[in-house]
């Protein structure tokens, strides 16, 4: 009951949660802030459910309404739960504010049409218990709460800037960017892959960033898929090329992890062997996208640039 402990607490779980579980998928962010604000949302009813005084409710929230049949707009803790837990649902803490205060209205209604007076007004008491709980429990974490609003806000307009300048290119170049982007979709869905998806962690391996000075990840290259910053397939194999070249650096003779240096070099097998399934068209593509983008003032620098380090590493095909 102590307000600090169950901040603490609840903050623990939070953390303990709070898990990456977006999958990934292609034009989309690896981790999406909008699943996040979802997932917190959820715990916050989750958790003020599972309070010793609240769990009959919880467990079975049709107690709370009298066992009436449910209204035509009926909505209940266990409703508002699944919708953070399984869907994307609340773009914004409103929305939740505004579910949290039509369960209580539900819920009040319900309470009302108990007959014996003492039972009505121990019922109502039990709702209003409740919805304090949880509104405290919101402004415990309303400024995680905040930014991770404001990281759905970035990402609508990254995503909403990347598509403004995917429209501007032509159609072959489109195609080859979705070419590359399917590739890196399905070494993203094998599990050897696990390791390379992401940047590692200083934090928790600090001897990597003194040993590699050009890191490379899957979601790095789906980063550049998505900002057009591929030009060539030499580029994106100069990349891949990268991821290996870093893992056989740096895992190479750490009982443990030396298989992933075989990791790293099947990646770069697959991703060769997929462009050479379809080299042909992809060539023909590449001259169209060198004619656009030397000649187009948003791309000639960052095409001129590519050019001149393919020159300087030579082709990886």
Known sequence: KDPVLRLSFFR????????DITPYTYGGRRKEASVELNLLLAKIIKFVGELSQYQTSWRNPKYIYAGHPPLEDHIDPATIYEKGRNKKVYSSIDEFRTDVEHMRKCALEYALQVKVEDKRVQRISEIEDFIKTIKAELACIQRDLEETEEKIKRDKKTTSDA??????????????????GKIVQKLYEDGRSQPFRSAVDPKEIPEYAKTITHPMYLYR????????????????????????DNAKKFYTGRRGQ??????????????KGKVDEDIGTIEEEEKIIADFARGHPRYSRSFKRAVERQRERGSKR
């Open 258 to 271: 030396e298989h992933l240096v075989g990791d790293a070099a099947w990646m770069l097998q697959f991703a």
């Open 221 to 244: 290259l789906k980063k550049k898929v998505q900002d057009v910053k591929y030009f060539s397939i030499d580029d994106f194999l100069a990349d891949m090329t990268l991821i290996r």
């Open 12 to 19: 623990l779980k939070t953390l303990i949660w709070n898990i």
């Open 163 to 180: 598509r403004n300048a995917q429209a501007t290119i032509p159609v072959e170049f489109q195609s080859f960017l979705d070419r590359v």
